[in-house]
């Protein structure tokens, strides 16, 4: 996503300065190697941007990452990884990058549809991180409206980037390692594979953005590939919400307890 939206906005004559732990040659943007969970490399990168640049017009977050595990059993280096990068790491590039705003900039934030949905197994990490990015996001709209700048959200659904083979490896990999949901795991990773053979190309998410950040009256969130069948299980009570995943994903004969309300 964050190559298709440089690509773009290059393209359309803007100057743009993309950070990346592994960034590609001969790009027609200015691509600066930068690690966003490491203050330091992040420090570099401003100082570099700083001298180019003068001054910056908006910033995109666009790096993330996607496990699909079980939250009692995937490592704590795992846990915080996620942390480190779909949260702390926006945090670090705004904190560090803002005194470089002009007048009237803007803030756009990839989330994820799943964030204001109630959350699936298995992928409950991931819906944690972005639950905790939109906040964060609204929080930092509220604080830097007041110095005239806007925050805008965007929330993608399946899109084909190097994510979704990387999150399938790691579902494999859980499902091949798991001990307390062998079975559960197997099932749920069909529903997965359902779920993103609606994915989109990256070019959609860029144009979404583009608009964000050329609309003189942007939305507050842009939706982009919005699931129907996420958006129908959302909309039942929650206790049928448990019912239908408990169905979907129990093999026969798998007993579960649960205690009184």
Known sequence: MGSALCRLLAESGHGVWGLDVKPGENTAWRAIQADITSAAS?????ELVRAEAGRLDGIVHTAGVYDLNSLVEMPEDDFI?????????????NRLFFPLLGPNSRIVVISSELAPLDPLPFAGLYAVTKAAVEKYAASLRMEVQLLGHQVIVVRPGAVKTPMLPASTERLARFCAQTRLYPANAARFRRVVDRVEARSVAPERIAAAVARALSAKRPRLVYSVNRN??????????????????????RCNGQEVSHGRD
Do not use: H, S, T
Request: cysteine-free; charged content about 20%.
């Open 228 to 249: 129907p069948g996420l958006l129908l299980m959302n909309a039942l009570p929650d206790r049928l919400q448990g019912f239908i995943i408990r169905q979907l994903l």
């Open 81 to 93: 990884r996620d942390f480190n990068v779909n949260l702390f790491g926006m945090f670090r590039v």
């Open 42 to 46: 992040l420090e570099a990168a401003l």
